[in-house]
């Protein structure tokens, strides 16, 4: 159901008052969005497993504890990152793989690997 006029003005009236008063949390909430916060904490669950494998593989002969501590922090990492590569979703994925993709070495050699592809690319439809 759309908003009526005086639902509308209203809103404007607020979204204006709100830029006016806090500019830094209008700016940071346009900017946030869920593939972002979903990425960001793939990210540093990432960096958990990284910690986790360190710590697993660094005291697991000497202290069985710690060991076990750093297998628990990759099982919860891993636990982080399917949670939200769930939140992500198929469409999110791709974003976040496409984006990773540009900024990689494979990025700086340019189109070289879709003119390769294209050379052997067979049109089966002729």
Not at 119 to 125: A, N
Request: proline share 2%; hydrophobic share 50%; net charge positive.
């Amino acid at each position: 159901m759309p908003l009526s006029d005086e639902e509308l003005r209203i809103l404007h009236e607020i979204e204006a008052n709100l830029t006016a008063t806090d500019p830094a949390l209008v700016q940071q909430v346009s900017e946030t969005t869920l593939y972002r916060h979903a990425t960001r904490a793939i990210k540093w669950a990432v960096v958990g497993f990284i910690a986790g494998l360190v710590l697993l593989v660094a005291t697991f002969t000497k202290v069985l504890v710690l060991g076990f501590v750093g297998f628990l922090v990759m099982l919860g990492c891993l636990l982080v990152v399917e949670r939200n590569a769930r939140k992500l979703g198929k469409a999110g994925v791709e974003n976040m793989t496409a984006s990773w993709r540009s900024r990689s070495v494979g990025g700086a050699f340019g189109s070289a690997s879709q003119r390769w592809r294209d050379r052997f690319h067979r049109d089966d439809s002729a």
